[in-house]
């Protein structure tokens, strides 16, 4: 009720304790304490998403002020860990307003929404509809241009958007793939990892194929076959 009915002080500070929400203390045991805290995290996003918590975050990704932006876009990132709340956010409007944010925002508001996009880009049906809200331009603006955390998780929203078929050419076309490849070559080990990643899935494209090789992805994924970390390998 207060991210909803509060004034502009209210809704910050409650947007930023829900953000806070899986990060909450989680019981634990020796044997199956992983289970057990992730358990109880999803049971907080569910329990935040049953007491309407996403649509008043969704407005004040929209229309809220600068520090309410930033904290709302936190939390719904967080709350889309779950897939429930992917479709619930969705459902409120979510995605233009986000898409709004990494394109408009300041630098922290930007990489909370660029997290929100990765997290909620998972789900099959917002594959779609983050492109069809224009949201590949700006992503890719972020891989070539944004701060180390952006760029991370823009590359890794890129890799699951390009997991939609329909999505391959529309990156290549918004330019995505050189950013992509300079990532592999000059990037930190998380930024190498997700660009490898949406490369792999851009290469499912024959067109995006030649791409790639034109610009100059060959040898920089080559080495990272020969030299990188399990995941980056992968």
Known sequence: ALVRDGNDAQKASAAF?????????????????FSLATHHRHAILDTIREA??????????????????EYAAAALSNLAECDDNRIAIAEAGGIPPLVALIRDGNDAQKANAAGALWCLAVNDDNQIAIAQAGGIPPLVALVRDGTDAQKASAAAALGCLSNCADNRIPIAEAGGIPPLVALICDGNDTQKQYAAGALQNLAGCADNKVAIAEADGIPPLVALVRDGNDAQKE
């Open 17 to 33: 304790a829900l953000l806070q929400s899986r990060n909450s203390p989680s019981p634990t045991s020796s044997t199956s304490g």
């Open 52 to 69: 309407g918590g996403i649509p008043p975050l969704v407005a004040l990704v929209r229309d809220g002020n600068d520090a309410q932006k």
